[in-house]
T-cell receptor, first 112, second 114 residues
Framework: ETGVTQSPTHLIKTRGQQVTLRCSSQ?????VSWYQQALGQGPQFIFQ???????GRGNFPPRFSGLQFPNYSSELNVNALELDDSALYLC???????????FGNGTRLTVT | GQQVMQIPQYQHVQEGEDFTTYCNSS?????IQWYKQRPGGHPVFLIQ?????EVKKQKRLTFQFGEAKKNSSLHITATQTTDVGTYFC??????????????FGQGTILTVHP
């Protein structure tokens, strides 16, 4: 059973730039969620995708967008990066919307 | 919006002592999940509670879901150094439109002194 994989592991960007983070879900899981975890905080829900459609969104601005592909892998795109976007971005797959999450190792994004 | 609060924020114990973390939601939950995150790692699912008043045990860990489905607790008996990490509760909002949204508490950081 292949777990959730994320790439890249670390990324450094400049304010105003755009970034794309990638996630491959665990085999058999068709739901992918993205979370932002600031240092010392709990993960905050960005959005969830189910069968290539957005299935819920947290309190994040439209410059945070996502995609899910037919193979259930997913991308998180962030435009016009701000310093406060520096965080660990976690992707999690699950069997369905409310079932337990299986997290990847995350992408550590630093915005300077 | 829904808020999930956890206390305490930090807990330092001697190995062998017990540990408890408490979780309170501002709204009724459809279910609550608990996760553990080791330093430098990612959250790992521990358990899900669904029924009012439910109690589940995993070896030295005991999880409870309140009768009103708004609070929960995790109790660890006789802590070991392997229990070190941050414990998060995460609530799924009953009746919400965003069925997949989990709201995480800020976590309780547990350190265990040998």
């Amino acid at each position: 059973e292949t777990g959730v994989t994320q790439s890249p592991t670390h990324l450094i960007k400049t304010r105003g730039q755009q970034v794309t983070l990638r996630c491959s879900s665990q085999s058999g899981h068709n739901t992918v969620s993205w979370y932002q975890q600031a240092l010392g905080q709990g993960p905050q829900f960005i959005f969830q995708y189910y069968r290539e459609e957005e299935n819920g969104r947290g309190n994040f601005p439209p410059r945070f967008s996502g995609l899910q592909f037919p193979n259930y892998s997913s991308e998180l795109n962030v435009n016009a990066l701000e310093l406060d976007d520096s965080a660990l971005y976690l992707c999690a797959s699950s069997l369905w919307g409310g079932s337990p999450l299986h997290f990847g190792n995350g992408t550590r994004l630093t915005v300077t | 919006g829904q808020q999930v609060m956890q206390i305490p924020q930090y807990q330092h114990v001697q190995e062998g002592e017990d540990f408890t973390t408490y979780c309170n939601s501002s709204t009724t939950l459809s279910n609550i999940q608990w996760y553990k995150q080791r330093p430098g790692g990612h959250p790992v699912f521990l358990i899900q509670l669904v029924k009012s008043g439910e109690v589940k045990k995993q070896k030295r860990l005991t999880f409870q879901f309140g009768e009103a489905k708004k609070n929960s607790s995790l109790h660890i008996t006789a802590t070991q150094t392997t229990d070190v990490g941050t414990y998060f509760c995460a609530g799924n909002n009953a009746g919400g439109t965003s069925y997949g949204k989990l709201t995480f508490g800020q976590g309780t950081i547990l350190t265990v002194h040998p």
